[in-house]
């Protein structure tokens, strides 16, 4: 039988946005990258969208990752095109059966599927159509493989700790270029819990360790005695009607499907 090399030495995708804010209910997307790698040894090819979100971009945002509202207004382009190429660029990698890299997958991903909504009238899932991405979050991975460590685990965090370069921090072709190889470096140092499971498996899994960190943190909120709620869905938050309950796959609220 042939060889088959560890998802983590062959083709990867990594995907990342800068947006209005950190609300994927409400923000938007401002800047958004594809980078996609043959082999760790390859040369990366990089897609890149600046859209003008239609929204003043806020100061705190904008102190972030730079981009002003005479920039997005100058340079970008209207968010209902650039959603739409987001979600073909991403599909054609799912057909291709490339996994996609996304640091933080539910802000990510939940927030392109909120600008489908807004923008199209469509879900991610519908953008996608017959096919599924399979997604391999890094800080997911860390928190399983190394539970205990302390310390945040922001991009910028974990590129530091597996020696990771990371260059330009805050810029989406930046930050989804330093993801990609961060999650090739996790790959690498865990090859029994990680390397050796199939992209497919790897994403069912992430799912289960993610439910599972996010219950740990909702148990020490509710110790705390917070009222901060923790969503368990990984990679993608389920949207909600006004009313609370989910959206059904017609879009409408479950309460009238």
Known sequence: MPHTLPWYQGPLASFDTETTGVDVETDRIVSAALVVQATPTAPARTVGWLADPGIPIPDAARAVHGITDQRARDFGRPPRVVVAEIARALAEQALAH???????????????????RRHRGLSLADSLGRTELLVLDPRVMDKYV???????????????????????????????????????????????????????????????????????LQNWFDREGTRERVDFAWPLRPARCACGRRLALDHRCEAAA
């Open 146 to 216: 190394d539970r205990y460590r302390k310390g945040r685990r922001t991009l910028t965090d974990l590129c530091a700790h597996y020696g990771v370069t990371l260059d330009g921090a805050h810029d989406a072709t930046a930050d989804a270029t330093a993801t990609l190889h961060l999650v090739r470096a996790l790959g690498r140092r865990y090859p029994a819990p990680l390397g050796t499971l199939t992209p497919a498996e790897l994403h069912l899994r992430q799912a289960v360790w993610h439910a599972a960190q996010a219950r740990g």
């Open 98 to 116: 490339v996994p996609l890299v996304v640091m933080n997958a539910p802000f990510d991903l939940t927030l392109l599927d909120r600008e489908l």
